[in-house]
């Protein structure tokens, strides 16, 4: 993201916070929302591309396994775990919550080279959320796919952001077949492609209604807007790079081009964070600077209006008795000026 589109995107507020901001290097957007955008994202698990549901349900929820193969995979000592579980339909055997039995009968029940072993959803919590209802909106939103007879494994992550804050986010893996007498059906749960294919957008607004009224039930001052960046009028999300940039990386030492731009892009997007929070508490400077001038106008005395001077007119004066100077009557109004004196001629002429 270049400083021209930044400049374009965050136009200046007016005033002295613009002097400022401008003197920072770029502009603030003026206009302050409570509302925050939704991060949702979609997947699968796929064997043709080197999927494995048993490695990412160790990922979810910070563990470790054996995979199909003999190798062993651990997460164990990642730290940004909070909470795992699974929410499975009514009736379903107890194996059903446990990850590693789940997801071995899973990963057993598909035959085909090229077989999709899960589903993945991931969905970001808004920051103004607090920590103590993240199980449950979690779990408010896994039963919108246990109600359809998936079974559901949630993972709770919370590691640092790029811009120093918490990332809070919500991992769900639901399985491809439903459970029937005991095991997962010999059928696949091909009904549920209906649900999905070619959803993502109706899906993504759908779990922007979910949140809202999980916040207005719990009092929650936020707003999530489903609308993409670009309709509104924001720059674009960062893009995520695959996989093999950072292991190319890690392998010889050297960025791709495309973590370079991205790496711009995160220095850029801070310096607009940074920028936000100055103006902010310039705002709140500027606000607390005119509350306390006006308490100091209303704290002031208010001055009597002077008094009118008596203008006297000479017009209509009334002789005096002994025959002495005439009194003076006042005049409310400005004095008439005579125009029917005799002027004295200029001595020098015209």
């Not at 957007?29 to 591309?49: E, K, P």
């Not at 936020?222 to 674009?236: H, I, K």
């Not at 005395?301 to 008795?321: E, F, H, V």
Request: glycine residues 6%; hydrophobic residues 40%.
């Amino acid at each position: 993201m270049t400083r021209a589109l930044l400049l374009k995107v965050f136009s200046p507020p007016s005033g002295l916070v613009s002097l400022r901001l401008r003197r920072a290097g770029l502009a603030c957007q003026a206009s302050r929302s409570r509302t925050t955008r939704i991060g949702f994202d979609m997947g699968l698990v796929q064997r043709s591309r080197g999927g494995d549901a048993l490695r990412h349900s160790a990922y979810v929820c910070g563990g470790s396994a054996r995979l199909a193969d003999g190798s062993v995979v651990d997460f164990s000592t990642r730290n940004d775990v909070v909470a795992a579980f699974v929410v499975k339909p009514q009736g379903s055997p107890a194996w059903a919550a446990d990850c590693a039995q789940l997801w071995k009968r899973a990963v057993a029940a598909e035959k085909r080279a090229d077989a999709q072993e899960a589903r993945l959803f991931e969905l970001t919590i808004p920051r103004s959320i607090p920590k103590k209802y993240w199980m449950e909106l979690a779990r408010h939103v896994a039963r919108a796919f246990v109600v359809h007879g998936m079974t559901v494994q949630v993972g709770i992550h919370c590691p640092m952001a790029s811009d120093g804050d918490i990332n809070p986010h919500i991992h769900f893996m639901t399985t491809m077949r439903e459970i029937v007498d005991g095991q997962f059906s010999r059928q696949k749960a091909r009904h549920w492609n209906k649900i999905f294919y070619g959803a993502a957008k109706t899906f993504r607004y759908k779990m922007a209604e979910m949140l809202n009224e999980f916040c207005r039930r719990k009092g929650v001052d936020c707003q999530v807007d489903p609308r993409s960046n670009v309709e509104r009028g924001l720059p674009a999300a960062e893009i995520r790079l695959p996989h093999w940039h950072v292991l190319h990386y890690k392998r010889t030492g050297q960025k791709t081009p495309a973590m370079e731009q991205r790496d711009k892009e995160r220095a850029a997007r801070s310096e607009v964070a940074r920028l936000e929070a100055e103006y902010a508490e310039l705002e709140r400077e500027l606000e607390a600077a005119r509350a306390e001038a006006r308490m100091t106008i209303a704290e002031e005395p208010c001055l009597a209006d002077p008094p009118q001077s008596t203008r006297y007119s000479a017009k209509n004066a009334l002789p005096g008795k002994l025959g002495g100077y005439p009194k003076l009557v006042a005049a409310t109004a400005v004095a008439e000026i005579a125009t029917d004196l005799d002027l004295p001629i200029s001595r020098y002429g015209p």
